[in-house]
């Protein structure tokens, strides 16, 4: 554990004047499991490297933050962790993935926004960080639908991917109040059997689906801020 401190510190060190949160690991509940560890093991073991890690972070002022899957273990993970090392811990996030994700050529079912268990895990998720660290901040660390590669650019399934995008970005803003929201996945976001969770397509080049425009919005309207994808695109996406 002395050795895994230095890493911790060198990047506090080089990071602390950036508005940047340190993440030890990305969904260290499904990352840190080893045939010899058990759940209950590995979130022991992750509370040291969050103690160890959160001690260095809070005396060089650099945020610290813990990004687990979505899902009931993922819940326990995130409650092993509080008890264990909340107050070091100053951003949560939670993967609360609809199910099924995968929006199908066929139009077969499809988990929605509002009845997929999105609202289910977030509520969960924050009524654990509400109950042990009431003070910390509490994001959506990864979010997104896979969209089949089979169907050509602009199907009718690009139009129910903009869509259930901006129902759950307003959903969202009920329990994160525009401070962190992780869309997954920009492009080139492959998985299963040709589906893609990417907002752009490669078609002859990178292309905006009709989500982007749908992102685009929804930030403008919950923040009222422009969002770094409109400032980028110069009228590729219609109004």
Known sequence: MKKAENFPRSTAYRRKNLNAVFELQNEPDLALRTKDRSFDET??????????????????????????????????????????????????????????????????????????????????????????????????????YAVSTKNKFGHLSDQRYAAYLARIMILADTYVKNDVIIWYAMINAFEGDGYDYGLWRNVSGAKPSAAVASYAQAIRALSGRTSKIEQKLKGQICE
């Open 43 to 144: 979130a022991e073991y992750f509370a040291k490297w969050v103690g160890a890690a959160g001690k260095i972070m809070k005396e060089e002022g650099v945020p610290l933050g813990v990004n687990v899957s979505g899902g009931n273990s993922a819940l326990r993970f995130i409650e092993s962790t509080l008890r264990s090392a909340g107050p070091l811990i100053n951003l949560f996030l939670d993967h609360p993935y609809v199910w099924p994700r995968e929006i199908h050529p066929d139009g077969r079912t499809c988990g929605n926004p509002e009845d997929g268990g999105f609202e289910k895990s977030m509520k969960a998720a924050t009524s654990l960080v509400k109950k042990y660290r009431p003070d910390s901040r509490f994001g959506i660390g990864e979010i997104g």
